[in-house]
């Protein structure tokens, strides 16, 4: 398949998702947003989107002009009937773009935390068999979005819920983060240290380097996302 990400900065991109898509032999393109002479493609040159993170707002508007051009062609996909898979900034900009909202979550989240299953994730088996024995996963996000309606609400956190959202077969939002390898979470704590603070949904680096460990059940996580979501 064709797929194509949205990437905001060089120090999220798409890390364990690029390997995996490369060993299936699906072929990937991306625009870069934050490198001058940005090109996005014509919709009907892609099969799947998926749209990454960043550390700015949805409605970062003024700092970040292309926010409304990345908005246009993500509803251009969705009104295409496109896959579109958004990770944490992504999922939001998902969530705007399917009439939800996007606002201040009720803890900054950043490190290593369990994400639960909601009662109607059972809807989706595949989805609710992943996520039922309550995983470690990596967060970076001060920001919720609004599970958009028609939309299956899935996941929650002890710090903040609307973790993940199921529009249908094609569009899933992930507010947390499954790609993440060593070096991407490596790139993030150096990029981004001035995020850690001492609240209390917040780990150290020290603590966010310890909890490494996670990473190969994120990984494996995040394949199985991506199988289902690319075979449907």
Known sequence: MRIHYLQHVGFEGPAYIDSWLQEQGHERTVTRFYIPGYRLPEVNETDALIVMGGPMGVYDNDGYPWLAEELSFIRNCIRAGKKVLGICLGAQL???????????????????????????????????????????????????????????????????????FYYNPHIIGLQFHLEVTASSVDELLQAAASDLDDTA????????????????????????????????
């Not at 900054?108 to 995983?135: C, D, H, M």
Request: net charge negative.
């Open 201 to 232: 949904f917040v780990q150290t680096a020290s603590a966010i380097n310890a909890g490494k460990a996670a990473l190969a059940n994120c990984n494996n996580i995040m394949a199985d996302v991506l199988q289902h979501w690319l075979s449907a």
């Open 94 to 164: 998902l969530a705007v773009c399917l009439g939800a909202r996007v606002e201040q979550a009720s803890n900054k989240e950043i490190g290593w935390f369990e994400v639960q299953p909601t009662a109607a994730s059972r809807e989706v088996p595949w989805f609710y068999a992943l996520f039922n024995n309550r995983p470690v996963v990596f967060h970076w996000h001060g920001d919720r979005f609004g599970v958009p309606e028609g939309s299956i609400h899935m996941l929650d956190s002890v710090a903040n819920n609307n973790q993940a």
